[in-house]
């Protein structure tokens, strides 16, 4: 389980990187700039859509694990109080 959820967490942050990743690319004609700008760059985000895909796989991939887990613990701790299956507290 605790593979799992570190790799969940590995996917996250690569995908959060990919996502919040950002270049410098020309401003189109027109583009506006407030008074007062001091950064007069235009910005693109070329792996935002890959990057959120693959940070919303990664949460729901870390969720699954965890029930499974939780699970898998409630269903051995069942058995090893001597009950056998289908024979669950009523």
């Known amino acids: 389980m605790w593979l799992g959820l ?8 690569i995908g959060l990187s990919m ?4 270049r410098v690319a ?7 700039f ?19 895909a693959i940070a919303l796989f ?4 870390g969720t699954i694990i965890v029930f499974s887990g939780i699970s898998a613990a409630l269903a051995l701790q069942g058995r090893s109080e001597g009950e056998g299956p289908g024979q669950g507290a009523a």
């Open 6 to 13: 570190i790799l969940a967490v590995v996917a996250l942050i």
């Open 34 to 52: 407030p008074e007062g700008a001091t950064d007069f760059n235009c910005y693109v985000h070329p792996q935002a859509a890959t990057g959120t």
């Open 26 to 32: 020309p401003c189109p004609n027109g583009k506006f």
């Open 19 to 22: 996502a919040f990743e950002r």
């Open 58 to 61: 990664a949460v729901m991939l």
